[in-house]
Every structure is written in C-alpha cells, then in structure tokens.
C-alpha cells in the first residue's frame, strides 16, 4: 500500500539498537519511506541517548534492539502524544519470558510445562533427570544463546550463564520448528530444520489456518504489532516456545514490505485518529 499524494502521514523516528546493516529490516524501512517522501529519521539511544522533547508531537515511534533501560524510559513516555510501534510497555513486558508464558497460558494457548528459578543451582536440581531447555528468563539476551538442552549434554554443575533461569519442558517434535512472522494484518512461516543446519537457513512455507490463528492470538496476548512465534509440532499439536519482539525477518518472502506497509498506515492513521 501507498499513501496517496495528499494524505497526510505522522513524522518516523526509528530507535535502533546498532546502526542498520544495508539490507537489514530498520535500513529497508528508512530508505523505502525516505524514498516516498516521508519525514522517517533513525536515532541511536544506546549510543547518544534519545531526548523525547525533541520529537514531534504526533510522531510514530518504531523501536527494535532496544535495552531494558532504555525500553522501561520509552514505557515512562508512552503516553504523552506519540505512538510506538511495538508499544513500548509491550516490548519490555514480553522480555520476561517466565511471565510472557503465563500471559499465554492464561490466554488458553498452547504451552509446555515451565518454571522459573533465580538460583543456578535450584534450577540445575530441578532440571536433574528431566528432558528439558533451560534458558535466561531475560528475553532481552540475544536469541538462540544462553538455551541448552539437556537431552544433547548432561547440564553443568557451574552457572552456564547468568540468571534467572527458565526451565521449560522439552517437546517431542518431529524434527522441525515452524516460526511465524507476523506485521499488523500479515503473517508469514519459515520451517527450520532441528538441530540446526550450519547456514540456519530456513524454508518459507504456508501456515495452517491453527498456526495463524494460535499466532495472533499469542500478539493479542503479548499486546504486539510486530513479532514472531516459534512453534514446535508435538504429540498434542501445536505448542509455542518462544515470542519473540520485532524479528529481523530474514529469509521470509515479502516479510520488508509487510512491516513497512504496517509502519506506513500506522503512522497514517495515528495522525489521523489524533
């Protein structure tokens, strides 16, 4: 979708985590709307801080890669005159893996039995003898790090990475992960083979009308626009294992031009509703 030449549309600013790589989804975005003529801007909060009063009143917040910190600084200003895309109390809110789970199960979605430990060693006794993943509770550490799996190795005795921890545990699968991208309206699906291959490369693939469904009932539970879901397939069906805040959408055909054109008409309709 295009915004008509008179239509009117909210200034951009986009708060990156790093400098956009060329090609990446942030650098896609800017260059597409700075192409159209809209007012979009990139600001680098971890790098020289970010000064709200120097915003527009009215503009459209698109944030990915931000830390907890800053993420709870953008939660405090929410409401004062702008709009974010992911909401900023959302995005900080689905960090914490331990209660973003229950916010699903309480929802009556599909997922596996879990607990969450502060102590290395309470979590280490409590995975003893169990099939299951042990992973930081903080969503914000990068994804696909700090997981282990204890039918792969025996866990260690040492802290293998700081905590709090949480225990999940594992699904039989039939050796593939599904992950779904969704923006706005749109959703996408990329199967995975398990264990990884060395590229990590994925195959994109057409969801279940379940799997679409089970994901943006999980967005509406986590209060997102812009996410992914990651299914595995077990006995019972599907089970989510993880959500995760404004993915990279790499390898997804026409996953760029979904989040853009979500970015698009979400800052035409907040200048709009205002």
Known sequence: MRVGRHERIAPIICLAGKPPRPGTILDLLVSRLAGEGLQITTQLPHVAGFCAEEWPYGALIVHRGMSRPILQALTDIEPKGRAFCNRAAASLAAQDRPALLRRLQSAGLPV??????????????AATGRDVVVKAADGVIGRG???????????????PFAGPYLIEDRVARDGADRKLYVAGPRCFGLLKTWPRTPDGAGVPFDPSEELRRLAFAAGRAAGLEIYGVDFVIGPGGPVIVDVNVFPGFRGVDGGADAVIDHIRCRASEFLRDR
């Not at 790090?145 to 802290?159: C, D, N, T």
């Open 112 to 125: 596996p039995a879990f607990e969450r430990h502060d102590d290395c060693s309470a979590a280490l006794a």
């Open 145 to 159: 790090s700090r997981v282990l799996f204890s039918h792969q190795a025996p866990l260690p005795p040492e802290p």
